[in-house]
T-cell receptor
Framework: AQSVTQPDIHITVSEGASLELRCNYS??????LFWYVQSPGQGLQLLLK??????LVQGIKGFEAEFKRSQSSFNLRKPSVHWSDAAEYFC???????????FGAGTQVVVTP | SAVISQKPSRDICQRGTSLTIQCQVD?????MFWYRQQPGQSLTLIAT?????????ESGFVIDKFPISRPNLTFSTLTVSNMSPEDSSIYLC??????????FGQGTRLTVV
């Protein structure tokens, strides 16, 4: 069955430290991959996406993600987190329409001073 | 980018009643999508709504419980029928943008008492 896994439910990171959020998928073919952020009381905002080409993708707010086909992973990274990065982060995939998404369970990021 | 307005933003409803959620987009779009986010959970696709045809429902969701209308290319409604406390969730509308990303409304936070 197709699945998207975010192994970490909750991550606490100090402000200024690096952040990495994991995402693994199980699909027959390479899907389209996305990372969304949901801040408290807000809708979802797209951070970045991967369709093909360069496996290191740059996004907004200083985030980047690396697609690794051999590991079926699409991990999100940020070199130095800011307090405003505290939010819930969702990995999402699709094999057809980019509006019809399957979401991972989400990772809650807490940023400490 | 597409701007999506959802109404109401939140509501508290009595069990057994129905609530209709509206989704308005500032541009014409082919497909609109409705998602549910149960408390502390990820997003799950309820259905895809195309203008001029019946909505396509995902496994576990039925038209009698979640009737959807799509009268034109900028508007859709989702009704949550015969509500129970288990229907307490955030319901989100989304659309496909032209640049291979999906845009989401702010969501409707529904509490059933």
């Amino acid at each position: 069955a197709q699945s998207v896994t975010q192994p970490d439910i909750h991550i606490t990171v100090s402000e200024g430290a690096s952040l990495e959020l994991r995402c693994n998928y199980s699909y027959g073919a390479t899907p389209y991959l996305f990372w969304y952020v949901q801040s408290p009381g807000q809708g979802l905002q797209l951070l970045l996406k991967y369709f093909s080409g360069d496996t290191l993708v740059q996004g907004i707010k200083g985030f980047e993600a690396e697609f690794k086909r051999s590991q079926s992973s699409f991990n999100l990274r940020k070199p130095s987190v800011h307090w405003s990065d505290a939010a819930e982060y969702f990995c999402a995939v699709t094999t057809d329409s980019w509006g019809k998404l399957q979401f991972g369970a989400g990772t809650q990021v807490v940023v400490t001073p | 980018s597409a701007v999506i307005s959802q109404k109401p933003s939140r509501d508290i409803c009595q069990r057994g009643t129905s609530l209709t959620i509206q989704c308005q987009v500032d541009s014409q779009v082919t497909m609109m999508f409705w998602y549910r986010q149960q408390p502390g959970q990820s997003l799950t696709l309820i259905a895809t709504a195309n203008q001029g045809s019946e909505a396509t429902y995902e496994s576990g969701f039925v038209i009698d419980k979640f009737p959807i209308s799509r009268p034109n290319l900028t508007f859709s409604t989702l009704t949550v029928s015969n509500m129970s406390p288990e229907d307490s969730s955030i319901y989100l509308c989304s659309v496909e943008g032209v640049n291979t990303e999906a845009f989401f409304g702010q969501g409707t936070r529904l509490t059933v008492v």
